[in-house]
């Protein structure tokens, strides 16, 4: 059984930065692509962006208009969502996802298999 465990939501004022870890236990998924979704009141969920299995290059939805930056460390099965100059509608519950397979999409949302319980993050203006 995989898990994916989110952390590092909170509240912070527009402008700031912001941290969010995702970490995967139960079986190794660092093989696959993983990626960052969110979803906000009333909107559908929508990538963020996320790391390619096959050259382990991270890229993003142009809508995070290159403030954010995703990073993942194999060794210890984590991936990492650093998102700077945030805007208050970048308020939104963040998913950490896991496809398992080598799919050669990485934005498709039903390609990923695995997901996270989502955090909470609240930019105020």
């Known amino acids: 059984q995989v898990r994916l465990v989110e952390s590092g939501g909170g509240l912070v004022q527009a402008g700031g930065s912001l941290r969010l870890s995702c970490a995967a236990s139960g079986r190794t998924v660092s093989r696959y692509t993983m990626g960052w979704f969110r979803q906000a009141p009333g909107k559908e969920r929508e990538w963020v962006g996320a790391?390619?299995?096959?050259?382990?290059?991270?890229y993003y939805s142009d809508l995070m208009e290159g403030r954010f930056t995703i990073s993942r460390d194999d060794d210890k099965n984590t991936m990492t969502l650093q998102m700077n100059s945030l805007k208050p509608e970048d308020t939104a519950v963040y998913y950490c996802?896991?496809?398992?397979?080598?799919?050669?999409?990485?934005?498709?949302?039903?390609?990923?298999?695995?997901w996270g319980q989502g955090t909470q993050v609240t930019v105020s203006s």
């Open positions: 790391v390619f299995w096959r050259d382990r290059t991270p």
């Open positions: 996802a896991s496809q398992a397979d080598f799919y050669p999409d990485y934005v498709r949302r039903d390609l990923y298999a695995y």
